[in-house]
């Protein structure tokens, strides 16, 4: 399996502030993100036609509305958001889908499953003994042919 790092997640309840930080103190700038069910900012380094330059992942928690973000990711309490705790995923491009459904199976260990398909990911999120949430960035390509492959229930 190719694995490589993709970017790390910070879940805040100051999107502004955060964001500020990571373009003045970086250099990073924020650019297009997907329509997720929750607020949030990715920032790039360097060229905005590659998701693979949003190396940080900003999340942020809509007090008026925090569901979208629970049902997607889950829930934190706010408290815990400070230190390593603000550190809400790793995420890791993978090639492999099928052996690793296979594998996480075998093992007893539980995933949740996303497309986006408007950048072309299928991905598996799992948590660390720790309750970090580590997501594996698949080609939506090989969750189409397993699909097309494998029947659903």
Known sequence: MALSLNHYSIRTTDLNATCAFY???????SGPRPDFPFPGI?????SHDNVANAVVHIIGIDKNDPEGLKKYLGDRDESSLHGTGAVDHIAFFATGLADMLKHLASIGIPCRERTTPSIGLHQLFLDDPCGLVVELNYPAAEKAAL???VPKD
């Open 147 to 149: 699909d097309a492959v």
């Open 23 to 29: 373009t003045q103190v970086l250099g990073l700038s």
């Open 42 to 46: 990715w920032m790039y380094n360097g």
